[in-house]
């Protein structure tokens, strides 16, 4: 249930819509856009129906949402969310590229990559600390040293960075090194990861599992949002299909979906979808295209050193390229990179 105040609405209106819900054991998630306020109902439907939301001060009127996800439906707020992740923004306007190497496997290879992307304007690093292998003896990260790496590299290059945590126990451990955590594709529905990274003050980046439904992967994220983490990004990046061609298939039309569903941004990673260089240009073009709020590119000065996912890497003069056509896209997009 949705209860929308009147733009005129005092904060005690809305304290006392809060009190009201409160008082029959629900809970209430007040969002303040830019014109209006919503409050979202979350608890026994049946119960939150029988009281007289309307007739309190400062209600303009109270919609019932009948999706399973609450917090993350489009209904929920006033407008898109724009997510701040360091200096840069993702949403509305803002279109962001977050690139680097899948892997941070040295000092000197994180720092070449994450120098080239910033120079070509990237607006965000990535580059993994913690590695979710199918083989247990494929390489599986630096841990904390990455971290510290990653630090410096985001030092060095002025730009924010983000880091998958794999672990609830680590989650403390990247938040103090990271601008904002990923969730990746396997641990999608790790539930009490979730809910750690959403007890954490900084955004996330929750990435679609290799065979959930939109709908599980808003759950996924109504997981987050519920322990008052509501600075989420979803990142499509593939679902499982019967095609071999390529790594995972690129559900493309997840982006103008989602848009129907959900006011969190929503940023595609041709990388990991294609598994294939060649492909991470043109799936780019089309995740921008399509109204995409952002891009994840896996960039590697020496691909075929690479410990990890070396296939998908680009190389630095390939994204500067790429993000040469990305802005011309942008500009007839209405959208700004950087």
């Known amino acids: 249930m949705l209860i929308v105040m009147q733009p005129n609405a005092t904060d005690e209106d809305v304290r006392s819509v809060v009190a009201k819900l409160k008082s029959i054991g629900a809970e209430a998630h007040v969002s303040k856009g830019k014109f209006r306020t919503v409050v979202g109902a979350i608890g026994d439907d049946t119960e939150i129906a029988t009281l007289p939301l309307e007739a309190l001060d400062g209600v303009e009127r109270v919609i019932p949402v009948l999706k399973p996800y609450k917090i993350v439906a489009k209904e929920a707020q006033d407008g898109l969310t724009i997510v701040e992740i360091g200096t840069a923004k993702i949403g509305g306007e803002h279109f962001a590229v977050v690139a680097g190497p899948c892997a941070v496997e040295n ?30 003896y494929a390489f599986q990260g630096l841990g904390k040293e990455a971290l510290e790496i990653m630090k410096d590299a985001s030092r060095d290059t002025g730009l924010p960075f983000v880091a998958e945590v794999l672990d609830a126990r680590d989650v403390e451990l990247v938040a103090e090194y ?38 599980e992967w808003l759950l996924a994220a109504e997981y987050i949002a519920k322990e008052g983490n509501e600075s989420i990004v979803l990142c499509e990046r593939g679902i499982r299909t019967y095609e071999p061609a390529t790594r995972f ?13 959900t006011h969190l941004p929503i940023i595609v990673d041709p990388s990991h979808a294609a598994g294939r260089s060649y492909a991470v240009g043109p799936l780019a073009r089309a995740a921008i295209a399509v109204g995409a709020d952002g891009v994840m590119i896996d960039v590697h000065p020496c691909p075929e050193e690479a410990l990890c996912d070396g296939a ?23 959208r700004v990179i950087g």
């Open 107 to 136: 000092r000197e290879q994180t720092l070449t990559s994450a120098k080239a992307v910033a120079a070509s304007g990237a607006t965000i690093l990535r580059g993994e600390a913690f590695k979710p292998r199918t083989s247990p």
């Open 249 to 261: 298939t690129l559900d493309i039309s997840a982006v103008p979906v989602l848009r129907q569903l």
């Open 312 to 334: 998908q890497a680009i190389l630095p003069h390939e994204f500067e390229r790429l993000m040469g056509e990305l802005r011309q896209i942008a500009r007839v997009m209405g």
């Open 178 to 215: 990271a601008d904002a955590l990923r969730v990746g594709a396997r641990n999608m529905q790790n539930f009490t990861l979730l809910s750690e990274v959403g007890k954490q003050h900084k955004p996330v980046i929750l990435k679609r599992g290799m065979n959930s439904t939109i709908e």
